[in-house]
């Protein structure tokens, strides 16, 4: 299939990732938040609609943006696409790993995203999985960092937040190519191309590819 996008190292596929994975080279790393299956999109714009009505008297719903109906996020995805992630590349890290703790192996290297805030409406942090069999670590980022970089996914993660998984997997060699099969508004890109990797973005939406398009043809200074 031909390529959404390509430049510099950064190539980006419009399409389904299992249309695309058997079909590429294995890589270094996939680094991906693949979609849950609890409704995070709708919720999101359920939330933005609160405040809407509310016009400002109320607190609900602040924050919130809603990025229109997409029902992307009403299953996770199956387990034979797990398989082919695992067999496409040496190591993964899979963001919202414990919404697929019956479909992956036991791992000591969890990682942890401290979202610097307790007693919120929303969880206090985020787990991803980890192929490597490292301690567990973890990261404090602010949970707003990712509307600093520019929010433009329901679920999109801090730009800091990726930078610093893909320096988690350079423990075990450098991720010289890195593949996010669910790119969503291209944060693993953006963080990949400030570190100065090659990367590949798959992703079903045209809007979002779009998105990261742009995000990419930003000016970032390598790491």
């Known amino acids: ?5 390509d430049h510099n190292g950064i190539v980006i596929y419009n399409a389904d ?19 849950y299956g609890i409704g ?6 359920s939330a933005a609609e609160q405040r809407k009505k509310a016009n400002g008297k109320s607190k609900a ?4 943006k809603d990025y229109g109906v997409t029902n992307w996020d009403s299953s996770r995805p199956p387990n034979e696409t797990f398989a082919i992630i ?9 963001w919202g790993g414990n919404y697929f703790a019956d479909i992956l192996p036991a791992t000591m290297g969890w990682l942890v995203w401290d979202k610097g805030q307790r007693g919120f409406s929303l969880a206090d942090g985020e787990l991803a999985w980890t192929s490597f ?16 970089d520019g ?37 693993t890109l953006v963080a990949a191309k400030q570190l100065g990797r090659k990367a590949i973005g ?16 930003q000016e970032y200074l390598a790491l």
């Open 151 to 187: 929010k433009q996914h329901p679920t999109q993660k801090s730009l800091d937040i990726m930078v610093w998984s893909i320096e988690y997997a350079d423990r075990h060699g450098q991720a010289q190519t890195i593949l996010d099969p669910f790119m969503g508004s291209g944060t």
């Open 86 to 94: 695992r067999a496409s590349s040496d190591h993964q890290i899979i």
């Open 202 to 217: 798959i992703e079903l939406e045209e809007k979002y590819c779009e998105i990261a398009v742009k995000r990419l043809q």
């Open 40 to 45: 995070a999109d709708n919720a999101q714009n």
């Open 17 to 35: 990732c299992r249309e695309i994975l058997p079909e590429l080279e294995p890589v270094d790393l996939v680094l991906c938040d693949p979609p």
């Open 1 to 5: 299939m031909k390529p959404y996008y």
């Open 133 to 148: 069999q490292n301690a567990m670590r973890i990261k404090t980022v602010a949970r707003g960092r990712a509307l600093q």
């Open 61 to 64: 719903g602040r924050g919130y």
